[in-house]
């Protein structure tokens, strides 16, 4: 499976606000910086997420964006549907030959591949990368 830069940015942005102390907003520009990503697109790609009711904007001088809902019920499948258009399989589903054999065969694969990272993506919510991702960086990491 293959992401566009829209879809990994995008997910970083929403784990970076993710991250942050319950309700607290986050400026793009803050995101922008950690995540190394071009603040105009980031704009954009946040407007997505607000749209889909991922996040929501708080206006002011202490503004910026917050999740809309809590990290528990946002899946990675939400986000990536948010950001990337419904995901589907393209691989292998040519219609203007008649289906036999090897493409058959191959359509099928790719079918429960596609049915496979819907049902992970589905499976993990917000809360569940950020405490993994928490868990990675708790610790000291030595190197000889």
Known sequence: MR???????????????????EGTPVQVAQIARR???PKQYLDQLML???????????RGRQGGYRLARPATSITLLDAMTA???????????????R???TRRVLRGVWEKLSSQSIK??????????????????GG???EI
């Open 83 to 97: 950001l990337e258009g419904p995901l589907e399989n393209v691989n292998f589903v040519d219609t203007s030959r």
């Open 35 to 37: 995540q190394r990503i």
């Open 140 to 142: 000291f990491i030595y």
């Open 48 to 58: 997505s997420l607000k749209r889909a009711g991922i996040v929501a904007s708080v």
């Open 120 to 137: 992970l993506l589905k499976s993990k919510s917000l809360a569940e990368i950020c405490a993994e991702s928490a868990e990675g960086t």
């Open 3 to 21: 992401i566009s830069t829209k879809g990994e940015y995008g997910l970083l942005a929403l784990l970076d606000v993710a991250m942050q102390p």
């Open 99 to 101: 289906v036999h054999g």
